[in-house]
């Protein structure tokens, strides 16, 4: 059998029809978009089409969105200027948050003095937004929020719209990183009162290395690689043309297909999970990762009942490609955050948490060998705790 790809939440494999646009740029449009000849203007052009699209599934305009490296790099670059250009001295955060949010949240504290107040999910790793109107109501200083949309290892959601309300109410800019969930739900930023998002084509089938940062025009933020007037002044840098257009044709598709991949991967999810109830007695799943309405449909999360650190490179052997937590932490010896918060002592000593993440080419055939595999470990574990 071919090998079972259950990552998706980390990186998705490259659709034949982006490789082919993205060959097309290679071999013809070498121009530099800055360069005034036409070679370079047809550069301009393929990069300019990509922005209007980006803007109309989003609905805004195309002078928000700022084409960046990745996810990373446009998380990075708003919460930094928001220090930085924009006067931000508080940042109101998650211990949910993605490390690229984390690591520069507290680097701003460290290196800046800017107050980082942190929500505390509950065990299902949902937000309280009285929690964050009561810490808005607290103080004057200007103010950032930066929670994530989609978790990117439960799947749990934030409700978006009510959030950038409260922010709205009290005069805060809000952030949300939209990694795991822009080109997989549609949003409509025209409604959501948010400042900033992040957008990484990676995680849609489009190729590494190529992402955008959406930012409201009125908020004034300004960028923090500078150089050339790219990007209109936001992102210094010949552009990334080949990404641009990958991200632009993964984008196209992804957006063209919501509905059917949505439905199809659902459909798998809850097949993914029913089998995993059934075939492995005292399974559990994080968050709300298993809730149809609360969590992303791309991502599952669930706590096996042994403590197996194995089980990635076992799972490996058999062709099965998974992870535990997110790429970033699950090479790492300590559990990630998100884990911790969700997890009680008792069950992360005792347990095995295993992220399996869905594309719209998993099928139910590769659910079943995946799960067949999986209880054959599992066995094997009770066979270990009987005798011992
Ligand atoms: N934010 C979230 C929620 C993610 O899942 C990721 C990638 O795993 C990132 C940010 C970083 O994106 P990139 O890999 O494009 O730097």
Redesign the pocket.
Same mark, same amino acid.
């Given at each position: 059998m071919d090998k079972i790809y259950l990552d998706n *939440? *980390?990186t998705t494999a490259l659709s034949p029809e982006v490789i082919d646009a993205m060959v097309d740029v290679m071999k013809i449009n070498y121009g530099n978009p800055s360069s005034i000849h036409s070679i370079g203007q047809e550069a301009k052009a393929l990069i300019e089409k990509v922005r209007r699209d980006a803007a109309n599934y989003l609905k805004v305009t195309p002078a928000e969105i700022i084409f960046t490296s990745? &996810?990373?790099?446009s998380?990075n670059m708003i919460l930094k200027s928001c220090v930085h250009h924009l006067g931000v001295q508080r940042i109101i955060t998650s211990p949910l948050e993605?490390k690229?949010?984390a690591e520069s949240t507290l680097e701003l504290k460290k290196l800046f003095g800017v107050e980082v107040v942190y929500l505390r999910p509950n065990k299902k790793g949902d937000i309280d937004l009285n929690q964050l109107e009561e810490a808005l109501s607290k103080s004057d200083k200007k103010t950032l929020v930066s929670l994530?949309h *989609?978790?990117?290892e439960i799947g749990n959601l934030l409700d978006i719209e009510k959030t950038a309300e409260i922010c709205k109410k009290h005069n805060a800019l809000f952030h949300s990183?939209t990694?795991?969930s822009i080109a997989h739900l549609d949003l409509d930023f025209s409604k959501i009162h948010l400042d900033f998002a %992040?957008c %990484?084509a990676? +995680?849609f089938h489009g190729p +590494?290395g190529s &992402?955008f940062a959406f930012v409201r025009k009125s908020s004034g933020l300004k960028g923090i690689i500078t150089g050339g007037p790219q990007e209109r002044s936001l992102r210094a840098g010949t552009e990334n043309v080949v990404g641009i257009v990958g991200l632009g044709k993964a984008m196209e598709i992804a957006m063209d297909n919501l509905e059917t991949y949505k439905t199809h991967i659902q459909d798998v999810k809850n097949y993914t999970i029913s089998k995993l109830k059934k075939s492995i007695p005292g399974i559990k799943f994080n968050g709300r990762s298993a809730e149809e309405d609360r969590s992303l449909y791309t991502v599952l999360s669930a706590l096996l009942p042994y403590k197996d650190p194995m089980i990635g490179l076992k799972l490996d052997m058999e062709g099965i490609a998974i992870s535990q937590g %997110?790429?970033?932490s699950s090479g790492a010896s300590k559990p990630s955050m998100v884990m911790m918060m969700v997890l009680g002592e008792e069950e992360m000593e005792n347990g095995t948490p295993l992220r399996i993440s869905f594309c719209h080419t998993t099928t139910k055939g590769e659910i079943n060998h995946f799960v067949d595999i999986l209880e054959k470990i599992s066995a094997s574990h009770q066979i270990e705790k009987i005798n011992s």
């Open positions: *939440a *980390a990745c &996810g990373t790099e998380n993605h690229c949010v994530m *989609a978790n990117n990183d990694v795991q %992040s %990484s990676h +995680k +590494k &992402g %997110s790429a970033c």
